[in-house]
Structures are given as C-alpha cells and as structure tokens.
C-alpha cells in the first residue's frame, strides 16, 4: 500500500499549468472543431466529433509526453511520431475503394483527419500560431479549392469519355 505523504504529494495541483494546459486543449478543441464542421457540411462520414476527437487526442498525447519527459524534447519528438503514425491508420480506414481499382474515395477525409493531429499536437506543444495557421490553410484547401477539384473533375471526365468515344 503507500504511503500518505506520497499520494498528498501525487494529487499536488499546480493552477498555472492546469490553465495552461486547458488552453492548448481547448485549442484543439476549437481547432478541429473547424475542420471537422466543414468536413460534416461536406456530408463526409468523418466530421465534427471525428475531427475534434482526433485533435484533442493528439494534444493529450503530447502534454502527456511533455509532463514525463523531464525537459528531454527527443522524448517529445517520439510522441508527435506515434501520433503521427497512429493517425495514419485511423486516416487510413476512412479510404475507400469503389469500382475495384479504379475509383478511391475517401483520401481527403483521411488527409483532414491527420491535420487534425497535426493540429492538436501543435496546440499540445504551445505553438499556437502554427496551429491556427494550419486551421487557416486546411479550410483554404477544403473549402476554396472544393469548386476547382470539381471542375478538374469534370475535366478529366470529358476528356476520358472523349478518349474512349474515338477508340
């Protein structure tokens, strides 16, 4: 069993950094919750809850690794790694193959999700500029150049029907 002594010293409360890390949470939170909403208006299957959960996940993970590492940053390097990795699986099951091989869907989805950590773990590191600024080009991309992806789709439509109308 322990001691008293250690567990009043394991439930020691620092307010600073209870504040603190509730900023960076609530950063990804508010973050994800960007990408995740325009993912959900898109009608895609992963959106506002999918992408906040992912992103807080992330931050946890690396506040998690800061608080253990002692001040060594290669031990917080390692973190952002799996994060990195794991996501890609979660990303990864978002993907779709329709048509045997020849239509996939799904690759936007799965790379919104892993911004989404990438995201959430600049929130959890405190680089808040890169993270919002990663929000701010991640919308960009899913929202501005939505019509441009459309029209290039249909591009490539025509100009594949119009090759095999000539065959």
Do not use: C
Not at 18 to 30: C, E, G
Not at 89 to 99: K, N
Not at 115 to 135: I, R
């Amino acid at each position: 069993m322990l001691e008293t002594p250690y567990l009043l010293s394991a439930m020691q409360f620092d307010v600073t950094t209870f504040f603190d890390d509730l900023v960076r949470l609530s950063l990804a939170v508010i973050l994800g919750g960007m990408v995740g909403a325009e993912r959900q208006l898109a009608g895609q299957s992963a959106g506002l809850r999918t992408h906040v959960m992912v992103a807080l996940g992330s931050a946890v993970f690396t506040l998690a690794g800061i608080a253990t590492a002692g001040g060594d940053m290669q031990q917080v390097t390692r973190v952002v790694q799996g994060v990195a990795a794991g996501v890609g699986f979660l990303g990864a099951g978002a993907i779709l193959r329709i048509d045997g091989d020849t239509k996939v869907k799904g690759l936007t989805t799965a790379g919104s999700i892993w911004v989404a950590a990438a995201m959430g773990t600049a929130a959890g590191l405190g680089e808040y500029a890169l993270a919002a600024s990663a929000t701010i080009a991640s919308l960009v991309v899913l929202v501005v150049l939505r019509p441009l992806g459309k029209h290039l789709d249909g591009l490539a439509r025509r100009r594949t029907s119009k090759n095999s109308s000539e065959e």
